[in-house]
């Protein structure tokens, strides 16, 4: 947990970061600047760490979190915010911007607080995100399930697709970023799909296959195989288990991903780079990996410190949110009695420079 907070110190500081800057006028400058969200509610799971790790992440962007976590560890969790209280009460920081909630009455209630709750994150099962998105005004940033799909194609190298495709299934099963469908390309169905399935056997991974692939696999281990229904490509097993469907080509496992899965993290395996540029750019993601475990969807892999928690959203966040998805922008203009009266078009009016301007530092 140490390193995490650590990690996180040593990230810039998102706020009051220029991204867009424009000379309006003379003397009359406009300033896009990052600030703070404001106030999270972040609910999450029975994990103790997420609380330093979530009130860490929120300190550095200069939020006040929220925080309801997992009933089973409510101990922990009420040890490690009343330290982080403790710490901040020594800092111009209010010990109040870290706070946490117990009960599901709380967070009831604290739903309908939009005029004082700026976002929601919910982390957690399908149902919760379900519930919270149902039950609410406040903006909700998060996932409500992980249907993640690697995809093998005809020039995929044999031994990267089993290692891809057995690390994105077993590494965490119960993970939202873990694989739940694998696709592979019909013509390599000879060559790729039985030593895949065998290592995937060996991890007692139960295998879910349409009528295609199981008639190339005739001596496999009955125990762990049945045949797929249509349901499988839709469901999140979060065990080991996975769902197998054979395609046609880069196109069919893009219209079968864009149709069943999640908007989360999807994969291919192949050595064709147009093949995978046309994948990357066709499927409707947060995360389009080439050649790489889909389990690599995390905020500290990525190198943010830690995270808040994963988007499917088509906001201003996606993906793993680190720091940079808990700050959003604001507008500053600056003038010298500048009107709207005196621009526009015809004798005496003025006409906007609209020059971009070189900025080296922050504005705060």
């Not at 550095?60 to 089973?72: P, W």
């Not at 149902?134 to 194609?153: E, F, K, M, Q, W």
């Not at 750019?281 to 500290?300: C, E, I, K, M």
């Not at 959003?328 to 006409?351: A, D, P, R």
Request: aromatic fraction near 6%.
């Amino acid at each position: 947990m140490l390193k995490g907070v650590s990690d996180i110190d040593q990230l810039p500081d998102p706020t009051g970061q220029i991204t867009y800057s424009c000379k309006l006028d003379e003397g009359l400058e406009l300033y896009r600047v990052t600030c703070p969200v404001g106030v999270l509610l972040v609910i999450f799971e029975a994990r103790p760490e997420v609380v330093v790790n979530i009130s860490s992440l929120a300190i550095k962007s200069g939020n006040a979190v929220i925080l309801k976590g997992g009933k089973e560890s409510i101990l922990s969790l009420a040890a490690l915010s009343t330290a982080i209280q403790s710490a901040l009460a020594d800092t111009v920081i209010p010990p109040d911007a870290i706070q946490l909630v117990e009960t599901r009455e709380e967070i009831k209630a604290l739903l309908e607080l939009d005029k004082y709750i700026d976002l929601v994150v919910p982390r957690g099962s399908n149902s919760l995100v379900k519930y919270i998105q149902s039950n609410t005004r406040i903006p909700v940033l998060g996932h409500a399930d992980g249907l993640c799909s690697v995809y093998v194609d005809k020039d995929a190298d044999i031994d990267k697709a089993v290692r891809v495709v057995v690390d994105s299934k077993i590494n965490y099963p119960a993970a939202c970023n873990a694989a739940e469908t694998l696709l592979v390309n019909r013509s390599v169905l000879s060559t790729h799909l039985i030593p895949i399935t065998t290592a995937l056997q060996k991890a007692n991974v139960k295998l879910h296959l349409d009528s295609e692939s199981l008639s190339h696999l005739p001596s496999i281990d009955s125990s762990l195989i049945k045949e797929c229904v249509a349901e499988d490509f839709d469901t999140e097993f979060l065990d080991l288990e996975i769902a197998v469907k054979v395609v046609g080509d880069v196109e069919e496992a893009i219209q079968h991903i864009n149709s069943h899965g999640s908007k989360h993290t999807d994969a291919i395996v192949t050595e064709n780079e147009q093949v995978a540029k046309r994948f990357m750019q066709g499927v409707d993601a947060a995360g389009v990996y080439w050649n790489a475990s889909t389990r690599f969807a995390d905020g500290f892999r990525y190198g943010f410190g830690a995270e808040v928690g994963v988007s499917t959203n088509k906001t201003h966040a996606r993906g793993p949110v680190g720091l940079e998805g808990l700050v959003i922008y604001k507008y500053k203009l600056y003038g010298n009695g500048h009107i709207v009266e005196e621009f526009g078009e015809g004798s005496g009016k003025k006409k906007y420079l609209h020059e971009k301007i070189d900025v080296t530092e922050k504005i705060v």
